[in-house]
């Protein structure tokens, strides 16, 4: 059972265009929902993170909006640059020792 | 102040054979986790130590293990190695452990090749 599902698998963008990607969770129980984004050969590095009291979280160029009623949040990525070119991957967690229940992932190209 | 280091970076196993796995967190970082990322199954929570203690595991068998030291560095250990194993191994450190309560700090990976 995916308890994270994102969208879209891959995404490509023009320079300074916005890139949007999506997920949905099923357990109500979540109550963190991070962003991390991954170059090749990196770890994955948190970007972003919001908790379900707020509906937007807006650092620089990237963007959470939430929507606690529909399960669903989304990271947008403003005037988008070759260099944001990676893979992201939305996130969730639940309180205590829980782990981070990963999206299967975005790969995104922003073409110049 | 250094990043999370994981050793080796790649590994050439055989079937049946096991493999240990190391992780050194950020100076000050009492809780390690780790995490397997395959093109299949995308990035899955492996478990988490704290202080000495595992204090989470998931969805995983008992093949996989692991232990974390009084220094809070870390070992992972895979035995009867299976080719489904292979994939990149991440371990990932936190002050506080959980992660909703401190941000993750992931390492670059040991990338395991079981043939």
């Known amino acids: 059972q995916q308890q994270v599902k994102q969208s879209p698998q891959s995404l490509i963008v023009q320079k300074g265009g916005i890139s949007i990607i999506n997920c949905a969770y099923e357990?109500?129980?979540?109550?963190?929902f991070p962003w991390y984004q991954q170059f090749p050969g990196k770890g994955p590095a948190l970007l972003i993170a919001i908790r379900p009291d707020v509906s937007e979280k807006k650092e620089g160029r990237f963007t959470i909006s939430f929507n606690k009623s529909a399960k669903q949040f989304s990271l947008h990525i403003m005037d988008s640059q070759p260099g944001d070119s990676a893979t992201y991957f939305c996130a969730a967690s639940k309180g205590g020792a829980d782990g981070l229940t990963f999206g299967k992932g975005t790969h995104l190209i922003i073409q110049p | 102040k250094a990043g999370v280091t994981q050793t080796p970076r790649y590994l050439i196993k055989t079937r049946g054979q096991q493999v240990t796995l190391s992780c050194s967190p950020i100076s000050g970082h009492r809780s390690v986790s780790w995490y397997q990322q395959t093109p299949g199954q995308g990035l899955q929570f492996l478990f988490e130590y704290f202080s000495e203690t595992q204090r989470n595991k998931g969805n995983f068998p008992g093949r996989f293990s692991g232990r974390q030291f009084s220094n809070s560095r870390s070992e992972m250990n895979v035995s009867t190695l299976e080719l489904g194993d292979s994939a990149l191994y991440l371990c990932a450190s936190s002050f506080r452990g959980g992660a909703r309560n401190s941000p993750l700090h992931f390492g670059n990976g040991t990338r395991l090749t079981v043939t």
């Open positions: 357990n109500t129980a979540f109550d963190y």
